[in-house]
């Protein structure tokens, strides 16, 4: 089962930060201070748990749950587990998807400075028009 919303995260945080996650990560890790990029990566490694849980339970559930299985007492309370965890962790994967996606949304990637085109110095500012007078 692909993990379709921890790669759209990824896909953005690489496009926003303009480098691959692994080196994004490596950049992260070798930070001394918590920065936005840390926090991010953070909840995408959340993000992405989440969904390879919900991947392992789902699996887990069909094989317990096999057409030609009989399910017994002991199977129903595995059964009801992988539900639980199921559920928990689709709650987990929605809240952390609605968070990094608003962050996401709010961060724009700043165009690189050119600097083959020389900068305008500013307009040189007028004198007040007490220090004219004199």
Known sequence: MPHITSQAVADRIEALYGQPLAVLEAHAAATAHESMLAALLGSHTDLALAERNIAFQLERLRQLTEADREIGHFDAGHILDCARRITESVAVRDAHSKSINA?????????????????????????????RAR
Do not use: C, E, I, N
Not at 108 to 130: E, F, G, I, N, S
């Open 103 to 131: 962050v996401l949304a709010s961060l724009r990637r700043l165009p690189a400075a050119d600097t083959t085109v020389p900068t305008a110095a500013p307009p040189a500012v007028p004198a007040p028009a007490a220090a």
